[in-house]
T-cell receptor, first 110, second 115 residues
């Protein structure tokens, strides 16, 4: 079954600290992998898109990695800010539709 | 920055009634999508739409659902006879080119509550 699994479910970190969120997928075929940020009560906002041949992609303080052999991805957030508090969702595009993970809820504390 | 807008932000409807959710995609985008997110669950794909036709639809998108682009700006999702389990947040999204490597831009959703 095509699935996207994320860990941890939730995470609390202090402002200024770094964190890494994990994603494993079994979606096939695979076209690309995306990370989205979803603030409470808002729609998802795209952070990165990576194709099969890309190992890493950055967007400001966000850096995503992809290992297509092991079907794993991570999202690293550097020097976290209070505004980073949100749900981070790993999404795989199978060529026809997006398949969403359940998200990791990140809370950044001061 | 252009954005996808959805109306209403919250819709309360009696079970069995028809409901229409409205979306205005980004103006030069050609691909349109509807998703739903039941409270506490994953976002789920419903349907994609291009060139006035449905491109892809999920098992959720049964005969009770329909989509339409009635004019050059709006994109609507209709649920003919709502059920309690249709209660969810419904997101519209659009993209400029074929989805493969293009981000989808999401609206902030319509919260649909079925009583």
């Amino acid at each position: 079954k095509n699935q996207v699994e994320q860990s941890p479910q939730s995470l609390i970190i202090l402002e200024g600290k770094n964190c890494t969120l994990q994603c494993n997928y079994t979606v096939s075929p695979f076209s690309n992998l995306r990370w989205y940020k979803q603030d409470t009560g808002r729609g998802p906002v795209s952070l990165t898109i990576m194709t099969f041949s890309e190992n890493t992609k950055s967007n400001g303080r966000y850096t995503a990695t992809l290992d297509a052999d092991t079907k794993q991805s991570s999202l690293h957030i550097t020097a976290s800010q209070l505004s980073d508090s949100a749900s981070y969702i790993c999404v795989v595009y199978d060529g026809n539709k997006l398949v969403f993970g359940a998200g990791t809820i990140l809370r950044v504390k001061s | 920055e252009p954005e996808v807008t959805q109306t209403p932000s919250h819709q309360v409807t009696q079970m069995g009634q028809e409901v229409i959710l409205r979306c205005v995609p980004i103006s030069n985008h050609l691909y349109f999508y509807w998703y739903r997110q039941i409270l506490g669950q994953k976002v789920e794909f419903l349907v994609s739409f291009y060139n006035n036709e449905i491109s892809e639809k999920s098992e959720i998108f049964d005969d009770q659902f329909s989509v339409e682009r009635p004019d050059g700006s709006n994109f609507t999702l209709k649920i003919r006879s709502t059920k309690l389990e249709d209660s969810a947040m419904y997101f519209c999204a659009s993209s400029g080119r074929e989805n493969s490597n293009q981000p989808q831009h999401f609206g902030d959703g319509t919260r649909l509550s079925i009583l």
